[in-house]
Every structure is written in structure tokens, then in C-alpha cells.
């Protein structure tokens, strides 16, 4: 009984299967593959949607509502991280009460209701304020938005975090609900799902980037909005047809209070000592169907006493009188698994810190780069982050077809490698490209300061960012698809939509990570008069940014390697 949620302890996969046998409304067996069109296909024109509707948008709102950089960047980040922090309530709303099939009904619904908003903002003139020339917007003579226009915005904006919050957390989780996780096809099936899930996204991220903003800025922002809204009504339709394939699971009540109720029995009985004989702890009546016997582990010892029975706790029919002050032992192992979980999320949103620059200050050193690809195509410099999304749609399916498939013959283990493995891989390339992205800009500034023109571009093709991009999309590659497969399948089944919600967490707070250094990272080294990230960055010591960044990745690294091996997955033990 030594493992941390391993040995007795039925795995989230056992326990789906139970729920499934158990439910009436579940007779079918899981559609697998079968159901991935409808799922899969509505999770991709849903994307499709958002990042096509994205995109552009800190231009749209400059052009077309004549705000200026800090406004509109303000109000995008604040949207973003609405958008972050939603996906926490709809997984409480999925796993707590509705399900997750209602939950991505109702997200998908408010995405359409926030894109058509958004479309008519585009078509129709007076939900935006009066056209301006771009002479106008330079010095400040355009007629700003008023309060109507501004709040019609809003609103739409609104629906879609509200759309978000449904969508996000549950799409994965539900498409892991139709592969049987107890049968090796079931299994395998899964965990290609993951690959193929950040595949498509990729090739999302990679058509809305080019064909979308091109619509956007050379044809029509009301035709650049209304095809993200059609896509999105198409998913709706689509994810509706499949209803007929599905498997339901139930939702089981409130997650949270399940988890504070052990420490809240615990704690009542803290006094007790624990007995040798496990016939002691509580076991409800349909845990005992599924296993033949189920025993607490000794790590967090203390929080077995929840689980102990004292006096007439337990009911003649076997269930529990007070759920806060007793709790079944796979309550109480559920509650360990976050617990050893919780140090693996943490050292996720350092670990993505070098993701974040590859958005910004990338950008910024293709802008003093040539940016001309041969006699007659010039690269906007927004547009080289595609760079990444093509080595990731090109690496993912090789690797989950050919790499994976050769790592098992060796290993021996399915997938080739364990998850944190794979997580670690990633966190190591993070750091590689940090490393590469600091000896380029080095690189980069000697040659702009002593070969560049008056306008400070330095005579080095734009493709020598190649070799960090490639670098960043296999940290994504790694570390994203990695953490995505690791919480659904560590995360008890019940709360496997709160487990999706914490990429989405780790995004966030990985944003605000980004935001503190480079804010200290400014302050400090401007004090010392050398300013690290002064507006120039030519003048400025952006490597050195990227190389501190990379130590920052490595320290961070070195606690991973220590949580990791202190980690214990949960097991798969056989139904009975």
C-alpha cells in the first residue's frame, strides 16, 4: 500500500465503466471512433470560429472602433482572461449538475448569440462609430464609439466567454467518454485522440491566420465575421446530429464539496487512531460490486481517518448518514490524486513561460528583420508564428503514427513514454529555445547596430527565427498535448471537466507570470541604466531577457524532476 493513487484504488477508467453499466440511459457501448466526426468536428469549426473571429481583432478595433493601442489592448486582455477563467465555472456546472453534453450545448449556442452580434457590429454602420482615414487615425481626429456601441461590443464579448466556459472544458472530456478505456482498442483509441485533437487545432490556428485575416483586411471584416459565425452554426448542427452515438455520463453533485468533506471528516475525527483491520473503512454498496476489495494508501494517513467508521455512521442500507463526517475511501483517494497533482499543475505555468514571449517579442525582432521570402513575397510580421503551427502539424501525426509506435517496442509501455516523461521533454525544449531564441537576438542586434540602415533593420533574412519556432512547437508538441492527456486521465472520472479547465488556468496565470518578470525585468534594469526592454529594441538586451527566462525554465525544470518522481499514477485494476 505504499503507492500515492495506485494499488487497490479503482482507476477513473473502472469507475466510467461502472457508471455506465449503472445508468439506464446508457445501455449502448461506447461509439468510439465512430462518434469523433460529431465530436471532433464540432470542437474544430467551434475553434475555427473563435480563432477566426480573434484573429484580427486588435486591428479591427483600431480601425473600425478608432481605439488606440493601450485601449484596445486593455479590453483584449481582459477578455482573455474572462475567457481563462470561465472554463472553471463551466466544468463546476458539468461535473456538479447538467452534464457534459448540455454544457457544450448551451457554450455552443452563446458562441453563435456573441458571433452574430459580432458580425452585425461589422455589417451594420451604426452599431460602430463613422468611418475615418488612416491620416485621421494617426493624429487622434477620429469620432470615438459612444456608450451604446461600446456596450453592444461588450455584450458580445460576453457571450463568447460564456460560449468558452462551456465549450472548453468539456469538449475533451466527453470525447474521452465514447472510447471503452477498459478494452486495449478503447485505450490506444485515446490516446491517439489527444495527438489528433492538437493536430486539428493546429491546422485551425493555421488556415484562421492566413485565409481568415486576409478576408478580414482585403475583403470585408462583416464577411471575415460571418464565416467564423457559420462555422460555428455548422458545429452546432453537427455536434447535435451524433446525439444518437453518445455516451452520457452523469453528473455525481457538487466536486468541491465532495473534496472539502473529507477534510472537514477528517479533521472531526482527528482525535482517532487509525485501526490495522481495513474492514473499517467505509465502502458504499456499489464500490463493492466493482472490486473485491478497496484500500486506502498510507500517504496523507491523515485523511484516512474520513473515512473511518465510528458508532452508527453507516445506514442498514449501506449508505453513509452524514457525508461530512464520513466519506467512502475512494472519496479519499480521489481528494490524495489532486493533492499530488496540484505540484505538477504549478510547475506547468512556469514551464510556459518561453511559449508566451514567442507572441510578442518575436513579432517584434521580425519587425527589424527582412522580411522579404524571395523576389515578390514579403512575410507580414505577424504571420511567422505559423512557422511553429506547420513543424507542430507536420511533427504530431509522425510522431503518434511512427515515433510512438517504435518507443513501444523498446519501452514496452503504452505511448512509448509516461506522461510526465513527455511533459519533461517539453519543459526541456522550452528551455533549448530560450537558449537558441538569446544567441539569434544577439546575433540579431550586432547585426542591425553595425550593418543596418537608418531604419534599424538588420540585414538577416526573417527565417533565421526558423530554428526557435520549430523548437517552441515541439515544447508544445511535448508539454501542452502532455498536461491535456495527463489531467483527463489522472483526474478522477467525475471530475475530469475541472481537470480540462486547468490548461486553460495554466494559460493564465503562465500570462500573468510573463507580465511580472518582464514588468521587473523592465523596472530593475532601467534603475541600473541599462534598460533591458526599452522601446528600441535594437538598443535594448532582449537576449539577455531570453537567457534569464531560460534559467528561470531550468530552475523550474530541476522542481519538476522532484515532483515527478514523487508521483504515482493511478492504476488500472480489471472489473469484476
Known sequence: MSGICSSFSPSEEEIGAADLQDTNTNQRKPAGWKAMPFVLGNETFER???FGLMANFMVYLQSEYH?????????LNTWSA????????????SDAFVGKFWTIAFGSFSSLLGMIIMTLTALLPQLRPPPCTHEGQLHGQCV??????????????????IGTGGIKPCSIPFSVDQFDLTTEEGRKGNNSFYNLYYTTQTIVLLITQTVVVYIQNDISWAIGFGIPALCMLFAIVLFFVGTKVYIY??????????????FVAAYKKRQLNLPSDDGQFYIPPFSRSLLPELHL??????????????GDEVKQDGLCENPWRLCSVQQVEDVKCLINIIPIWLTSVLGFLAMNQQGTFTVAQALKMDLQFGPSIKIPAGSVGVITLIAIAIWLPFYDRVVVAALEKVTKQEGGITLLQRIGIGNLFSILTMLVSGFLETERRLSALSHGGTDGIAPMTVMWLTPQLILIGFSEIFSIVGLIEFYNKQFPEHMRSIGNSLIYLTFSFASYASSIVISVVHDVSARHGSNWLSDDI???????????IAGISSLNFLFFLFCARRYHYRSSVKLM
Open 538 to 548: 535594437n538598443t535594448s538586451k532582449l537576449d539577455y531577457l531570453y537567457f534569464l
Open 249 to 262: 455520463i452523469k453528473p455525481e453533485g457538487s466536486v468541491f464539496a465532495a473534496v472539502a468533506q473529507v
Open 82 to 93: 474572462a475567457s481563462n477563467f470561465a472554463p472553471v465555472i463551466g466544468a463546476y456546472v
Open 67 to 75: 481605439m488606440n493601442q493601450v485601449k484596445a489592448a486593455t479590453l
Open 297 to 310: 494508501t498510507r500517504q496523507y494517513s491523515c485523511l484516512n481517518k474520513a473515512a473511518l467508521i465510528v
Open 144 to 161: 470615438g464609439h459612444n456608450k451604446a456601441q461600446l456596450g453592444i461590443l461588450i455584450a458580445s464579448l460576453c457571450w463568447l466567454s
Open 48 to 50: 475555427l470560429a473563435s
